[in-house]
């Protein structure tokens, strides 16, 4: 199994920054890629970036050129370096990781591993 910690968010005026961490522990050894995902009230849960063990990095097109996804593999961490900030990025934000394919009677499926989340508030 797979732990995620996120840290980071707050409240933050528009334009502002804010830096959101996510440590991973347990059988961080079956991780692929790594990253973020928001969920604002009312709507589903989206992808914001997220990075390969190799990486490769892909960001949502409403964050491209604000925001960075970087990752420490050796501390098994992956960061959101988040600038500009509008009040429509207020949501709360999950660090995802991907691991090793399992199998159920439903079929076969990549494991999907979620921290807590950590509210992220932009607002004057």
């Known amino acids: 199994q797979v732990q995620l910690v996120e840290s980071g968010g707050g409240l933050v005026q528009p334009g502002g920054s804010l830096r959101l961490s996510c440590a991973a522990s347990?059988?961080?050894?079956?991780?692929?890629?790594m990253g973020w995902y928001r969920q604002a009230p009312g709507k589903q849960r989206e992808l914001v970036a997220d990075?390969?063990?190799?990486?490769?990095?892909k960001y949502a097109d409403s964050v491209k050129g604000r925001f960075t996804i970087s990752r420490d593999s050796a501390k098994n961490t992956v960061y959101l370096q988040m600038n500009s900030l509008k009040p429509e990025d207020t949501a709360v934000y999950y660090c995802?990781?991907?691991?090793?394919?399992?199998?159920?009677?439903?079929?076969?499926?990549?494991?999907?591993?979620w921290g807590k989340g950590t509210l992220v508030t932009v607002s004057s």
């Open positions: 995802n990781a991907d691991g090793g394919v399992t199998s159920d009677d439903d079929g076969w499926y990549v494991m999907k591993y």
């Open positions: 347990g059988s961080t050894g079956s991780i692929d890629a």
């Open positions: 990075i390969t063990g190799g990486g490769m990095i």
